[in-house]
């Protein structure tokens, strides 16, 4: 590929690529709550039909995966793998907008930069997006693409994936034949560092649920006046009661038997990542943009800090409700109290084996009465190798950008890679030079103009090109 002159297309092209970007970030999809998914599965098919890819919106039972072909005969093929849908955004503490896409000024420690801001920015429609302009601009000047491509796009990926696995029994034998996939991810923190991770940890989601009506005591039918506590008793402290007896009182060690049963150690390989990892880790990038002041372990022990991070499976309280909850006040005896709970799941942990043991951890404490529903079922754990030819390809593309990538052996956060690794037997990677965070979180951003440091978005763009580049050579 003539890599400078698809480099000038790029920047010749800056507002046409914005635009693009502009449009899906306005597209509402927010699986949890069910808003525009079906809008954005359109659009985002028209864009691969700009392509000129052979384009489905694959119907599952939940919400459609579009997928694009582009077959021209080529030797290699790349699949690569997206989601479309994106976080609720109706969360207090945006300072712009959470859907206007707005551009303002940021200050990062590598310096000042101008900041995309709106929910799905960074996970990841921005990514996804810098792939598509990428390919565009490989095929505009080439006069087509020199490889063949397989984009997969599902909608239910902050829903734990559901039906993606309907999908690629569908299509496996198409499938099978990539060479290798990616999955845009932006690897730059905010002082520009590039942090390249090989693989994932597994999750499964699910709600506990203590109501009168199944307990047989306290409020059965509704929350009745909170006088009553004095001779009623309450789905909520019980509820509490039972989440207490998961950890130990600092709530970092679960108690639940067997749950650190399969908990492999890390590799050799794994290993070696680590000792090279404790050289240049830093973790006030994290502390900053997390709003975190404080870690579990001694961050002076940065090896001690890392393997708490990568090799800890964890089981969290995403959140707690029951009874009233509004401004003000109002004494009630609430009659049902939930809470949201995720597992993340390290190597060799199976995500079939979880629930089971929660199950039989609370039977086991007399807490028959606790309803347990599976929200999201959630994935395995997933891997790849340093040495895959497509994670050497990215290495190689970030050093010709003059990073040096920090490697780790897995992400702490979770996708479902296993389909892919496991079942077609693939290779993958994450990357694209650039910056984005807050995920899940208000404010979240993407970098549109770097500094030097931190690639903008067009830095990101190029570095896809070159990625390509790479991975076709190799």
Same mark, same amino acid.
Request: net charge negative.
């Given at each position: 590929?003539?890599?400078?002159?698809?480099?000038?297309?790029?920047?010749?092209?800056?507002?046409?690529?914005?635009?693009?970007l502009r449009k899906m970030l306005l597209q509402p999809s927010v699986s949890p709550q069910?808003?525009?998914?079906?809008?954005?599965?359109?659009?985002?098919?028209?864009?691969?039909?700009?392509?000129?890819?052979?384009?489905?919106?694959?119907?599952?039972?939940?919400?459609?995966?579009?997928?694009?072909?582009?077959?021209?005969?080529?030797?290699?093929?790349?699949?690569?793998?997206?989601?479309?849908?994106?976080?609720?955004?109706?969360?207090?503490?945006?300072?712009?907008?959470?859907?206007?896409?707005?551009?303002?000024?940021?200050?990062?420690?590598?310096?000042?930069?101008?900041?995309?801001?709106?929910?799905?920015?960074?996970?990841?429609?921005?990514?996804?997006?810098?792939?598509?302009?990428?390919?565009?601009?490989?095929?505009?000047?080439?006069?087509?693409?020199?490889? =063949?491509?397989?984009? #997969?796009?599902?909608?239910? +990926?902050?829903?734990?994936? $559901?039906? !993606?696995? /309907?999908?690629?029994?569908? @299509?496996?034998?198409?499938?099978?034949?990539?060479?290798?996939?990616?999955?845009?991810?932006?690897?730059?923190?905010?002082?520009?560092?590039?942090?390249?991770?090989?693989?994932?940890?597994?999750?499964?989601?699910?709600?506990?649920?203590?109501?009168?009506?199944?307990?047989?005591?306290?409020?059965?039918?509704?929350?009745?006046?909170?006088?009553?506590?004095?001779?009623?008793?309450?789905?909520?402290?019980?509820?509490?009661?039972?989440?207490?007896?998961?950890?130990?009182?600092?709530? =970092?060690?679960?108690? #639940?038997?067997?749950?650190? +049963?399969?908990?492999?150690? $890390?590799? !050799?390989? /794994?290993?070696?990542?680590? @000792?090279?990892?404790?050289?240049?880790?830093?973790?006030?990038?994290?502390?900053?943009?997390?709003?975190?002041?404080?870690?579990?372990?001694?961050?002076?022990?940065?090896?001690?800090?890392?393997?708490?991070?990568?090799?800890?499976?964890?089981?969290?309280?995403?959140?707690?409700?029951?009874?009233?909850?509004?401004?003000?006040?109002?004494?009630?005896l609430p009659h049902k109290v939930t809470a949201k709970i995720d597992i993340r799941l390290?190597?060799?942990?199976?995500?079939?084996?979880?629930?089971?043991?929660?199950?039989?951890?609370?039977?086991?404490?007399?807490?028959?009465?606790?309803? !347990?529903?599976?929200?999201?079922?959630?994935?395995?754990?997933?891997?790849?190798?340093?040495?895959?030819?497509?994670?050497?390809?990215?290495?190689?593309?970030?050093?010709?950008?003059?990073?040096?990538?920090?490697?780790?052996?897995?992400?702490?956060?979770?996708?479902?890679?296993?389909?892919?690794?496991?079942?077609?037997?693939?290779?993958?990677?994450?990357?694209?030079?650039?910056?984005?965070?807050?995920?899940?979180?208000?404010?979240?951003?993407?970098?549109?103009?770097?500094?030097?440091?931190?690639?903008?978005?067009?830095?990101?763009?190029?570095?896809?090109?070159?990625?390509?580049?790479?991975?076709?050579?190799?």
């Amino acid at each position: 590929m003539n890599i400078e002159k698809i480099y000038t297309y790029i920047d010749k092209n800056r507002d046409s690529h914005f635009q693009k970007l502009r449009k899906m970030l306005l597209q509402p999809s927010v699986s949890p709550q069910n808003i525009g998914i079906r809008e954005c599965a359109e659009l985002l098919a028209r864009m691969y039909e700009e392509l000129e890819c052979e384009t489905e919106i694959f119907e599952t039972e939940g919400n459609p995966v579009v997928y694009g072909k582009y077959d021209c005969g080529a030797e290699k093929t790349l699949l690569s793998y997206f989601m479309y849908d994106t976080q609720p955004y109706d969360e207090p503490g945006w300072t712009h907008p959470p859907m206007e896409a707005v551009l303002a000024p940021l200050e990062l420690p590598s310096g000042s930069v101008t900041a995309l801001f709106n929910r799905g920015a960074d996970n990841t429609k921005g990514p996804m997006m810098t792939f598509l302009n990428a390919l565009e601009s490989v095929q505009k000047t080439e006069g087509a693409l020199p490889f =063949n491509v397989l984009l #997969v796009a599902e909608g239910e +990926e902050e829903l734990g994936s $559901p039906h !993606l696995p /309907d999908f690629v029994r569908a @299509k496996k034998e198409e499938l099978k034949n990539a060479d290798a996939c990616i999955f845009p991810f932006f690897m730059q923190d905010t002082k520009g560092k590039v942090e390249l991770y090989l693989g994932v940890k597994g999750i499964i989601y699910f709600e506990l649920e203590c109501s009168g009506k199944t307990w047989g005591r306290g409020p059965t039918e509704f929350g009745i006046h909170g006088a009553n506590k004095a001779w009623v008793d309450s789905p909520a402290w019980r509820l509490i009661h039972a989440l207490s007896t998961f950890t130990r009182e600092d709530g =970092n060690t679960v108690t #639940v038997d067997h749950f650190y +049963e399969d908990v492999a150690a $890390p590799s !050799l390989e /794994d290993e070696e990542l680590i @000792k090279n990892l404790v050289k240049t880790f830093d973790p006030e990038p994290f502390k900053q943009t997390a709003k975190v002041e404080k870690f579990i372990v001694n961050e002076k022990d940065p090896e001690k800090l890392i393997r708490k991070l990568l090799y800890t499976s964890n089981l969290n309280i995403n959140g707690i409700w029951g009874g009233y909850t509004g401004e003000g006040s109002k004494t009630l005896l609430p009659h049902k109290v939930t809470a949201k709970i995720d597992i993340r799941l390290v190597p060799n942990q199976e995500r079939d084996k979880m629930l089971p043991l929660i199950r039989e951890h609370l039977d086991r404490k007399g807490y028959t009465d606790i309803q !347990l529903r599976v929200i999201d079922e959630g994935y395995n754990w997933s891997k790849v190798s340093v040495r895959e030819p497509v994670v050497q390809a990215m290495i190689r593309t970030c050093r010709s950008f003059g990073y040096e990538p920090e490697i780790w052996p897995h992400l702490a956060g979770s996708a479902p890679f296993y389909l892919f690794s496991e079942v077609l037997n693939i290779p993958y990677v994450m990357g694209a030079l650039g910056h984005g965070a807050r995920a899940h979180s208000p404010d979240e951003y993407i970098v549109y103009e770097g500094n030097g440091k931190v690639l903008g978005l067009d830095g990101a763009q190029k570095s896809m090109v070159a990625f390509l580049d790479e991975w076709l050579k190799g």
